[in-house]
C-alpha cells in the first residue's frame, strides 16, 4: 500500500483489480479522462506499480493499493488507502475477477465455489457497500457512478468450461439491476458491462490460455476484443455522457 497523501481535486476512481488486462486498459485510460486513479491488485505488486509509472508518465495521478477483494480486511485496508490518500471517492470499477480451471459442475468442490464466489460477488457487492456510504449524497457524498464487469458467460452459461464462473457473473447482473434502483435517491449510478472473449491472461489462469485465439472462429466478429474495448465502454458509463443511464448491462462481446 502506499503511503504517499495526494489530496486532489480530481474525481477519483478506484479500480479493483486494476493492475493487470482490462482494470490496467481501465486505469490508464480514466487518468487520461482525468480521474485520480487507485489502483488495487492482489498479490503483483510491479505490474500494479507499471501501471502508476505509465500513468505518471503521461502526467497523471494513481497509487497502487494492495488488498483481498475476497476478504473483508482487505476491501477494508483498499477504501482506508483511498480515504488516506485521497480523502474522496467518485466512482468505482469492480472488475477484480477470477476463472477456475475448466470443470463440470458434477466435478466441483465447495473450495472451488467458495473462492469463486467471495471473490467474484461478494467481492463485488461489498466493494459497492464501502463504495456507496462515501459517494452517497444522502451521506454528505457528491454522488458518484460505479461500473461492475459482468461477463456474456453470465447469459451463454459457460457449460463444459466453467458454469461456477457464469453463475458468479449472473448475480452481478442480478445486484447491478438491485444496487442501481436501490441508490437511485443517493446520486449514484450503476451499471455493468459483459465483455465476451476478451484477449488477456485470466484464460492462462483459468489453464486455457489459447482460449482466446482458439474460440476466435465462434464469435460473430471473428475475434477476440481488446482489453482497450472493454475500457472505453466502462468510461463512458463512468462519463457524464451516460447522466441518464443506470441499471443498464452493455454487452461489449463482438455480438457473440
Ligand atoms: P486478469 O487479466 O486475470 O486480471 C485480473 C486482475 O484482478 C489482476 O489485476 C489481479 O491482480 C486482480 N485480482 C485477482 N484476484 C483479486 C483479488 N482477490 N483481489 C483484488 N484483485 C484481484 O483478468 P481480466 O481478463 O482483465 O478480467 C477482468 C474482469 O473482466 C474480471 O471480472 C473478469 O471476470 C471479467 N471478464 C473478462 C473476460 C475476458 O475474456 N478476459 C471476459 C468476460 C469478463 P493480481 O495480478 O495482483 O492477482
Redesign the pocket.
Known amino acids: 500500500m502506499s503511503v504517499m497523501t495526494t489530496t486532489t481535486d480530481k474525481p477519483v476512481l478506484l479500480v479493483?483489480?486494476?493492475?493487470?488486462?482490462?482494470?490496467?486498459a481501465i486505469c490508464v485510460s480514466a487518468a487520461r479522462q482525468g480521474w485520480a486513479v487507485a489502483v488495487?491488485?492482489?498479490?503483483?505488486r510491479a505490474?500494479?506499480e507499471a501501471v502508476v509509472a505509465a500513468i505518471e508518465a503521461e502526467g497523471g495521478t494513481a497509487i497502487a493499493i494492495e488488498?483481498?477483494?475476497?476478504r473483508q480486511d482487505?476491501i477494508d485496508a483498499i477504501f482506508a488507502a483511498v480515504d488516506e490518500t485521497f480523502g474522496r471517492l467518485d466512482g468505482l470499477v469492480n472488475?477484480?475477477?477470477?476463472?477456475a480451471p475448466p470443470q463440470r459442475v458434477e466435478e466441483m468442490t465447495a473450495d472451488r465455489l467458495d473462492r469463486l464466489f467471495r471473490?467474484?460477488v461478494s467481492?463485488s457487492i461489498l466493494c459497492a457497500s464501502a463504495a456507496v456510504r462515501r459517494m452517497s449524497i444522502r451521506r454528505g457524498g457528491r454522488g458518484g457512478a460505479i461500473v461492475n464487469?459482468?461477463?456474456?458467460?453470465a447469459v451463454l452459461g459457460a457449460a463444459g468450461q466453467y458454469v461456477d464462473y457464469a453463475a458468479t457473473?449472473g448475480a452481478i447482473d442480478t445486484f447491478t439491476t438491485g444496487l442501481s434502483l436501490e441508490v437511485v435517491d443517493d446520486g449514484i449510478r450503476v451499471n455493468a458491462v459483459r465483455?465476451?472473449?476478451?484477449d488477456?491472461?485470466?484464460?492462462a489462469?483459468g489453464g486455457l490460455p489459447d482460449r482466446?485465439r482458439a474460440l476466435a472462429s465462434t464469435i460473430p466478429m471473428k475475434r477476440p476484443g481488446t482489453?482497450q474495448e472493454v475500457a472505453d465502454a466502462v468510461l463512458y458509463l463512468l462519463s457524464p455522457s451516460s447522466s441518464y443511464v443506470t441499471g443498464a448491462i452493455l454487452n461489449v462481446s463482438g455480438g457473440r
Open positions: 479493483t483489480g486494476g493492475s493487470r488486462g482490462i482494470g490496467a488495487n491488485y492482489a498479490s503483483n505490474a500494479a488488498g483481498d477483494v475476497g482487505g472488475n477484480a475477477g477470477i476463472v471473490i467474484n467481492g464487469l459482468s461477463s456474456i458467460a457473473k465483455p465476451g472473449i476478451i488477456t491472461e485470466i484464460h489462469s482466446a482489453a
